[in-house]
């Protein structure tokens, strides 16, 4: 019993210490926001690399999405309900839950371990305590430009990934369903609304300040003298800290944002 107690207190203490240095993290990135000339270039370089090289995986998970959701609901709706519908399904399974969601997921394994990847090499080599020690800010020139990177572009990824899931699950449906074109737009035109479309972008922003500001943390902790070990570790608590979050927020974003009857 007692080191079941023992236990359960270093763990509290563990997380109250990440809790603490994490926020510390967070109040240092908002505290150099508006020093954007410093930090600027590295940014757009990361939203280039973030937006374009990210965009090939977010469109074949929207596309293949889209797809799977058309089969589905053509196999639940058959004899039983106006085939029309299925617009109506794609588009709000696509823009409310699967793009965002899926979108988040599959980028904290691509962009959140891609960051702490990097920031774990560069705090092995001593890289990150060169910077410091020539009077450079990590935190400006290193985290900023991820964190608001990849905030920026994963709204704009799901974008294109609402489109292709849309147009794919559209495709399917009039291809191999007894759906038209004007049928399947009638289905979405019956139930979309603007707040669907808000409310995905909305989710998108979160789960990418989620995924890149966890990647940062989980990089700047690496220990020096940790080497390839200390760098995997980051890597992997990066991802699985990143899903966790994405699935904790989906479920509180749509608690309190989506109306209810």
């Given at each position: 019993?007692?080191?079941?107690?023992?236990?359960?207190?270093?763990?509290?203490?563990?997380?109250?210490?990440?809790?603490?240095?994490f926020?510390?993290?967070?109040?240092d990135?908002?505290?150099?926001?508006?020093?954007?000339?410093?930090?600027?270039?590295?940014?757009?370089?990361?939203?280039?690399?973030?937006?374009?090289?990210?965009?090939?995986?977010?469109?074949?998970?929207?596309?293949f999405?889209?797809?799977?959701?058309?089969?589905?609901?053509?196999?639940?709706?058959?004899?039983?309900?106006?085939?029309?519908?299925?617009?109506?399904?794609?588009?709000?399974?696509?823009?409310?839950?699967?793009?965002?969601?899926?979108?988040?997921?599959?980028?904290?394994?691509?962009?959140?371990?891609?960051?702490?990847?990097?920031?774990?090499?560069m705090?092995?080599?001593?890289?990150?305590?060169?910077?410091?020690?020539?009077?450079?800010?990590?935190?400006?020139?290193?985290?900023?430009?991820?964190?608001?990177?990849?905030?920026?572009?994963?709204?704009?990824?799901?974008?294109?990934?609402?489109?292709?899931?849309?147009?794919?699950?559209?495709?399917?449906a009039?291809?191999?369903?007894?759906?038209?074109?004007?049928?399947?737009?009638?289905?979405?035109?019956?139930?979309?609304?603007?707040?669907?479309?808000?409310?995905?972008?909305?989710?998108?922003?979160?789960?990418?300040?989620?995924?890149?500001?966890?990647?940062?943390?989980?990089?700047?902790?690496?220990k020096?003298?940790?080497?390839?070990?200390?760098?995997?570790?980051?890597?992997?608590?990066?991802?699985?800290?990143?899903?966790?979050?994405i699935?904790?927020l989906?479920?509180?974003?749509?608690?309190?944002?989506?109306?209810?009857?």
């Open positions: 019993m007692i080191t079941f107690f023992a236990y359960l207190g270093r763990r509290i203490f563990w997380a109250l210490e990440n809790i603490g240095d926020s510390m993290m967070l109040i990135v908002v505290r150099y926001l508006p020093r954007i000339r410093d930090y600027w270039r590295p940014m757009v370089i990361q939203m280039i690399q973030v937006g374009l090289h990210s965009m090939p995986i977010v469109v074949m998970i929207a596309f999405s889209g797809l799977v959701t058309a089969v589905q609901a053509n196999y639940q709706f058959q004899s039983y309900v106006p085939m029309y519908l299925v617009g109506s399904i794609v588009l709000e399974s696509v823009v409310l839950e699967l793009a965002p969601v899926l979108g988040g997921l599959v980028l904290s394994g691509r962009v959140g371990a891609k960051i702490a990847a990097e920031l774990g090499t705090k092995v080599t001593e890289q990150i305590d060169a910077m410091e020690v020539m009077a450079m800010s990590p935190i400006i020139y290193l985290a900023i430009p991820r964190i608001i990177g990849g905030t920026i572009m994963l709204p704009v990824l799901i974008v294109f990934a609402d489109l292709i899931g849309v147009l794919s699950g559209m495709a399917m009039v291809n191999t369903m007894e759906v038209t074109m004007t049928e399947f737009v009638k289905g979405m035109r019956e139930t979309f609304r603007p707040l669907d479309a808000y409310f995905g972008l909305a989710k998108a922003f979160t789960f990418g300040l989620t995924i890149t500001t966890i990647g940062c943390y989980q990089g700047f902790k690496v020096p003298g940790s080497g390839a070990e200390g760098v995997g570790a980051a890597t992997t608590q990066t991802v699985v800290v990143s899903c966790l979050l699935l904790t989906d479920y509180l974003l749509a608690k309190t944002i989506l109306p209810t009857k």
